[in-house]
Structures are given as C-alpha cells and as structure tokens.
C-alpha cells in the first residue's frame, strides 16, 4: 500500500466554480450524474478520485469522452479553459456494509463522506482544499429526502437542496427514508428564524427532546462565546443506527450514530445524556471550525477536529462542571493518550504520513489536539485567544488551511514567537516533567527537567514549551502561593520560591511547603514527582486546585493497588483516611466526591507497572482491585452507607449535572456496599428503579460480585425491542464477566439471535468489550486472543475501518511478560499474514508489529 507524505503535498490543478449532482436512488442501482464546472489553475494530470463506481458516461462541455478508468479514479485529456464535466455513474447502496459513501441503514439511504468516501459516490477531486457550492437533486420514493444547505424546492418523488457555502466533498451528505422529524427553531443574535429538525425512525421521536434542547444550547454558546452564528435556514440531524463512528458535521445535515442522538430517562444514563451534550455540540461547532474553515489536506486533521474537541470541552465545562469536566478530560488523556503516545502507535498530532488516513483519527488527533489549544489559550490569555480566534476566521472563512495558518493568527495578534510551540504539532510522544525539591529552610528550590523518549520513526527529540502550573500549600492547610505559571523552554530550568517570605505575608509560621505541581494539567505530559504518602494524603485534602486534589488521591490508591498486584507492601491508610473525609465534606460536589472514590482502571494500572519496569500480570491487578474494593467497603461501610442514602433519588430525573453528580455517588456507593450486603441493596434498587443510570447502576454491582442472573433475565425480557438499550446489556455481561469465563460469554453472546455483528454498535458492544476486560482479554489460556482475531478478520473485509480501530485492542503487546508478549506476537502475525486483509487493517497490524 502506498504511503502519502505531508511533504508532498501540491493544490489540485482546477478550481470548481459549481457542483451539481442529482441521485436517482436505488438500493441495488443508483444513478448518480455529476455536473461539475472546472476552472484551470495550474493544470497538470486531471485525475479525479473514484472507487467502486460503474461509469455510464462521461462528456467534457456536451462532447462524450473515455477516460482511462483504474481502481482509485479517472484521468481524461482536459481543455485548457473553464469546461463543463458531466459524468454518470451507477453504485450499489445496498452492498455497501463498509459504510463509506452512500450505504443503506433500515431501509434509509444515508452517507458518510470523511475522510474519503465521496469518491464512492461519484468521480470528484476528493481532497479537502477543493472546496464549492452543492447543488443536489434527489429522486426517490422515499418520503424524506435531504441535503446539505437550504430546500430549494420539492415534489411527489424529488427534493432540490442548495448549499451556498463552498464545501469540501467529505462534507456532503444525502438522506432518503420513511423518517419522522421531531421539530423546533433558534432565532439567531441577528434575529434570523433557523428550523431545527432532528429525523429518527417512527417511535423515536419520544427520544430527541435532549438533543434539541443541547443544539440549541450550543448555538447560543457559540454566539456568545465565540460570536459565530449559524448561516443556513435549516439545520437537520439525522439519527442512524449503522454507523461507524459518533457522528459526522456535514454542512446542515449532521448524521449521528443513533446512541448519540436518542435519549430518555427510561432508556439512556447520565453518562449518555451528557455524551449527547457534547457530541451535538461538537458537531455544531464545526459549523465553523471545520467546515467554513476547513483543512487544507488530512495531515492537518487536528486543525479542525482539536480546535472542536477545546471548544465542546470548554461547552461541557460551562454546562456542567468546569473542575469535575477537566478532571475527567486529564484522566482521559492519561491514560488512552499516553498509551498511544507511549507505544508502537505514537504518531504526532500533526501526523506526516500516513496509508489510510481513517486510521489517524485518534485520540492523540483529537484529544492531545484539543490540549494543544488549550495550553495556547492558557498562554496568551483570554482576550487575546478570542482576537486570534476572530481573526483566523476573518482572514479564512471559506479556504482550507494548515497548523501553521492557524498559529500564524495568534502569532500576528500577540506578536509572540511559536515556533518552539510548534513542537506539540511536530513531535510525537509524551514529555516526562520532573520536579525535585530543594529546602534550606527559607528557600525551596524547585528543578524541573523535561526529555521525551524517542517514539517510532523519530529517534531525537526538542525540548517543548511547557507550562508548568505550580503552587505551594503550608504544611498546616492555606495556601502560600497561588498558581503560577512557569513556561519552561529548556530541558533544564530552576525555580526558587522565597517561602519565608510567603509565609510571613500569610501570617504563618515559616514551614517547608508542600508543592502542587502542574496544577490544572497545565501540559499533557508525565509528571515525575516524588511526593511521600503524607503529603499526597495533605493535597487530597487541602489543595485548592482540584485535579491536583484528584490526582493526588490517584497517586495513592495507584501505589497501594500496584504493591498488592506485584505482592509488595501496601498501606493504603493515607489513601482511605483521605477519601473518608471527602465522603464527609458536605461542600463537596457529589460528583467530585464521586470521582474520587473511583479506582485507577486495570489498564492504567498495567501501564503504571510497565513504566515502572514490571511486566503487569492482569489477573494479580484484577484481584488486586477486587481486594481493594472488600477493604473500602469494609472501612468505609458507615461513610458510605449515609453517602448513599442521601443520594437515594427524589423527584422525577433530570438529566442535569447536579443529579448526574448525585446519581453517580449513588452507584459507586452502591457497588462497594454490594460487597458487603450480598445484594440485598443492589436488588432493591433495581427492582425500584425509574430510570436507566438507576437499573444499569444496580446490575453492575450485583454482575460485579457474580450475582445478577434473574435481573439480567429481566431486564432482557424488559428491553429486547430497544437496539440501544439492548447494546448496554451485551456489553455489560462482558464487562464484568470473572476472567476464567469473559470470552465464554462473549462467545455465548455472539449465538444471541440479536447478535448482529455487521452493525458496528453490537459489534463493539460484545468483541469489543471483550478488550476492556483487562483480566478476560489478557486470561493466559488465550483464549480472548484467538477468538477476538478471528472476529476481527471476519469482520475486516465487510468492514474494514471497524475492524482497524479494533485492532488497538493489541497495541500494548509489548508491555507483558514473554509469554503473553509471544502469544500476541503471534496473534498480530496471524492477522498479518491473512489473505487479503483490507489497507486499514493491515496498516495498523504492521505498526503495531513495528
Ligand atoms: N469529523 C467526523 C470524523 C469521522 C467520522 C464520523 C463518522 C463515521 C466515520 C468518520 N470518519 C471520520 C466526526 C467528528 O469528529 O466530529
Ligand atoms: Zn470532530
């Protein structure tokens, strides 16, 4: 397979004025006749893309001509000015199960055109810097036929859509189904009337109340955050129920995987209801960032896409909770991003070569991506980050641009040199930031010293510009030094504090301090800081920055829950002494007292042990953890009894943050006091429940100590009808099936009449979950190995980007003990070596092999 460089990049020869293309749709033959007006530039080789297409005819200005067709486009003899191309093509909408391009869901036409799935559809320039107007018809008996842009007009079997805003191909989008429009409407800062639609199977439409309710919040954030308002008269969101990822932004016509777009109380959990939140606010916010300002070529994904992740960040934090949202984004990229960074799919967030580009949207693309633009902002300040923003709009609306562009906004606006900033976008893997402490008595000298470790393909690496958020905490509870913010450039820099100082402006008496350091998680980077139990125990309590107060709690159930996994000394006193106080602080927001009661996951404590030198044993982690959980809830019975009854639910649910905290605290209340009570409370719960997070609640705890059987009959019996709900069961058998027996039940699983593993959802939620079952998949029978490859490669050829984003469930091969290690290797070459395995696929298997 080829690879495509960054370096080679080169703008297309024409520029396209118009494109107009009309559907004559049919799940076996559908005509697609393209009318596209170029326009020379610099000309060359007229290649249009083109994949799995049955040309019909082509003609340049009316005369017919034979391009010479291959696997991947056309080339064709041009004139050397502005000419008309019409060509027709026939497509099989209903073959298509890779779900790239125009494929068939319940009967509905629907597409998906990023990264490259236009060239699916018809011969185009597939590229995102060529951008133009859409002018789409559609024929169909289907009653709801749709399009990017405005309704120009429609008729008995036809629709007419208009798209004035120049676009690139992946942002088009079709639709035609028996569909049902649950309506509404914004009125624009400007006073303009926009109609909302959102477009779901009959018997949905009970379920997107919420999705409206957060696009229109999102639309007022955005003008008011950001000043951007929205530009077309309709603004349409179509629930699919095949789907390969969360959602997709094409212009007006938004397509959402149906987990994110449907929901209520009875069938969706707080953690749905804020994912719905945020991933229509994601969507709606590339409204500009992405698609009037688009990407100049692929290598410039995060551009839009961690520039949209900053933005719905900053929504959700303002929605909800600002601290509770930032500690769960630093957990995020702690631990899926550094394992990424840290392994053999370390890649830059600006990536410079790539084979299939769907590989690489990933979480370093996005999520890093997102933490780049955030320390840019931290770093400029507020006012100036909205200017920059105001500008790269001003000066790009309606081009396709690149990282450089992009800071080229902040550069001009602030007058400050990035290009040591530059690196976060160029340099793949995670810095390591140590800090070691120094005390005299007056002074506490603080050094703090960064390297990267080498990743594949980039063996030396630049120091970064770090912003190290610090602040010092008296021995004795206040806080002597604010956050500070201290960029670091060089691979080596000292810092002193004149703590005597300090301390007599606060009126104490002069103390070693303790030391709070990258407060916020100010850089996404490894913080080294060797901190004792007893002041990791005082920041858990008194640090006023909290995810310094997180973490710190973190770093203590992580020592005490790896000493037992590896059989060494744990005292995780400190630990629970602190957690009983934060169970007992009536201040303290559910939510956070929830976040700090959760355990370090599995897997973040199989990383913790191979960044330590130690091969993890997932199976010593797993009755680590289970031990761990008897001795909370054996310590903690009274705290968290009374923490639980004061959560029990009042009045009807609401999806809000206050009652998701609440909700939250409930459960995690309940699945350590399930250890204690044999069930009797979990039973209850679940026999009283109203609500989803309620009933799942319950059956996780009860799954977790093995018990739960005629619950999870019932709740089958309960919502066998519901596709959405019905995932949430799959998965949760898996998830907390007991190591010996995970891939027995997923296997059980996948004879399940409604095991329909060609739909990506059901899919994830029984394979899938297998992987995150750390001590199942990781089981040294291996088992889980051969049976999770062998439904990779079944899956692989009917859908290969599927199967790709699969395949990460080995990317961290190389962190076991040999024997795992060896039976892994060998997994991944099996894969490897199999016939005619698809370019995405086989792309991943051969990095991961190194
Ligand atoms: N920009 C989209 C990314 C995407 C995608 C979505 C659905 C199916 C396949 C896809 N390939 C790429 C979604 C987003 O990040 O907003
Ligand atoms: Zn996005």
Known sequence: SRKVYLNDYKPFGWEVEQVSLTFRLSPRGTRVLSRIAFRPREGGRFFLHGEGL????????????????????????????????????????????????????????????????????????????????????????????????????????????????????????????????????????????????????????????????????????????????????????????????????????????????????????????????????????????????????????????????????????????????????????????????????????????????????????????????????????????????????????????????????????????????????????????????????????????????????????????????????HPSGPEILRTQIVEMTEPEEVVRYDVGALCKAAGLKTERPVVSALRNFSAPVMLEHDQSPKERAFLLRHDTDPVNRWEAGRALSRAALTAMATGGDADPQAWLEGLEAALTDETLDPAMQSLLLSLPSEDDLAQSLADAGEAPDPLAIRHAVEAMQDHMAETLEPVLTRAFEATAGTGPFRPDAAGAGRRSLHNACLTLLTRRDEGTRARETFARADNMTASLGALNALLSVGAGKDELAAFEARWQHDRLVMDKWFALQVMRASPEQATEVAERLTQHPQFAWKTPNRFRSVIGTLAGNAAGFHHPSGAAYDFFADWLLKLDPVNPQTAARMSTAFETWRRYGPERQARLRATLERIAASPGLSRDTGEMVARMLG
Not at 64 to 76: I, S
Not at 386 to 396: G, I, N, P, S, T
């Open 54 to 473: 049955r040309l019909i005819s082509a003609a340049i200005d009316g005369r017919t001509v034979t391009p010479e067709v291959t696997d991947e486009g056309l080339t064709c003899e041009v004139p050397d000015r502005p000419f008309l191309w019409e060509a027709e093509v026939e497509i099989a909408p209903e073959d298509n199960t890779a779900l790239e391009g125009l494929y068939m869901s319940n009967g509905m036409f629907c597409t998906q055109c990023e990264a490259e799935g236009f060239r699916r559809i018809t011969f185009y320039p597939d590229r995102p810097d060529v951008m133009a107007p859409f002018r789409v018809r559609i024929e169909s008996d289907l009653p709801v036929l749709l399009s990017n842009g405005d309704p120009v007009a429609s008729g008995k079997g036809w629709a007419e859509w208009h798209d004035p805003w120049p676009k690139p191909a992946y942002l088009f989008a079709l639709v035609a189904g028996d569909l049902r429009a649950v309506r509404d409407s914004f009125t624009t800062r400007s006073g303009r009337e926009i109609d909302l639609a959102v477009w779901v199977r009959e018997g949905d439409e009970d379920r997107c109340g919420w999705a409206l309710e957060s696009l229109k919040a999102s639309m007022a954030w955005d003008e008011r955050e950001y000043g951007r308002e929205y530009d077309l008269s309709v603004f349409n969101i179509v629930a699919v129920d095949d789907f390969n990822a969360g959602a997709m932004e094409n212009k007006g016509l938004n397509i959402f995987n149906s987990a994110l777009v449907l929901a209520s109380p009875e069938t969706a959990t707080d953690r749905d209801f804020e994912r719905i939140e945020a991933v229509i606010a994601h969507e709606y916010f590339h409204n500009w960032t992405g698609n009037r300002v688009t990407c100049r070529d692929w290598f410039q994904l995060c551009l839009k896409e961690g520039l949209t992740v900053y933005r719905d960040q900053q929504f959700t934090g303002d929605m909800r909770s600002a601290p509770v949202k930032r500690i769960e984004d630093a957990a995020m990229i702690r631990s899926r991003q550094f394992r990424e960074d840290n392994g053999p799919l370390a890649h830059p967030v600006r990536p410079e070569e790539f084979i299939e580009i769907n590989n690489f949207y990933t979480i370093t693309v996005y999520e890093k991506g997102a933490e780049v633009v955030g320390m840019l902002h931290r770093l400029v300040g507020q006012n100036a980050w909205r200017a920059a923003c105001d500008l790269y709009f001003e000066r790009h609306d309606g081009q396709a641009v690149t990282i450089e562009d992009w800071l080229a906004a902040f550069r001009d606006t602030t007058g400050r040199n990035l290009t040591q900033f530059m690196r976060w976008y160029s340099q793949a893997g995670t810095p390591r930031l140590s800090v070691a402490e120094d005390w005299d008595g007056q002074t506490l000298t603080l050094t703090l010293r960064q390297h990267t470790p080498p990743t594949p393909g980039q063996q030396e690496k630049a120091p970064q510009l770090i912003p190290v958020a610090l602040g010092l905490l």
